[in-house]
């Protein structure tokens, strides 16, 4: 079982920035892959971004070079800084550890998401 812990979500106007944080208390940073995913009202969870063990990244299409996926397996956390936040960012963000297969990313334990609303 492995704990997950979100931070840095709130609210914020359009074009501004936010990082978030996630953090595992008790485990060891060494996760093959991890990830970003969020959930809008309404809609079905989407994956923002991964990282793998090798800090290789991937990123959905409607990042577009605004959000930025880190690691430090030293520090034990992992981030997501994100600029130039549109209405439609608004969501609940989770992080997630995981794995590929066939070049897609399956996460396994998830934390308990951190609310972030963007206003125009």
Known sequence: ????V???G???QAGGSLRLSCAAPGSLFT???MGWSRQAPGKQRELVATVSADDSTHYGDFVKGRFTISRDNVLGRMWLEMNNLK???TAVYYCSTGKYYS???FGGYWGQG???TVSS
């Open 114 to 116: 951190t609310q972030v």
């Open 87 to 89: 209405p439609e960012d």
């Open 31 to 33: 996760f093959d892959a």
């Open 1 to 4: 079982q492995v704990n997950l």
């Open 10 to 12: 709130g609210t914020v």
């Open 103 to 105: 070049g897609h990313y």
């Open 6 to 8: 979100e931070s840095g």
